[in-house]
């Protein structure tokens, strides 16, 4: 199994920035891709970023396209989601999340999650 810890949440003004983390461990040579997915109330969890667990390639949805950035540190198994220019449409609560075998955009490819950690922005 791959357990996965999410942190650096919390609330900050709209243009802000935060800096999420999220520490993988156990099986982690398992893991093909790590992705951040996030869910506002009310609306259905979506995709924000993805990274090749070897490195190279990475994928960032439109919406936070030039403000958000994913990155990792293999000698401490952690991804990175660095958050520029937050607006209150970033308000939702961000999951980290492991793939075994795709580096798509969608939920059901992904094999493991965290338990999330809560970004808020005000305006």
């Known amino acids: 199994q791959v357990q996965l810890v999410e942190s650096g949440g919390g609330l900050v003004q709209a243009g802000g920035s935060l800096r999420l983390s999220c520490a993988a461990s156990?099986?982690?040579?398992?893991?093909?891709?790590m992705g951040w997915f996030r869910q506002a109330p009310g609306k259905e969890r979506e995709f924000v970023a993805s990274?090749?667990?070897?490195?190279?390639?990475?994928t960032h949805a439109a919406s936070v396209r030039g403000r958000f950035t994913i990155s990792r540190d293999n000698a401490k198994n952690t991804v990175y989601l660095q958050m520029n220019s937050l607006k209150p449409e970033d308000t939702a609560l961000y999951y980290c999340?492991?793939?075994?075998?795709?580096?798509?955009?969608?939920?059901?490819?992904?094999?493991?999650w965290g338990q999330g950690t809560q970004v808020t922005v005000s305006t």
């Open positions: 990274i090749k667990w070897s490195g190279g390639r990475n």
């Open positions: 156990g099986r982690t040579f398992d893991i093909y891709t």
């Open positions: 999340a492991a793939a075994r075998a795709y580096d798509g955009t969608h939920v059901w490819e992904y094999d493991y």
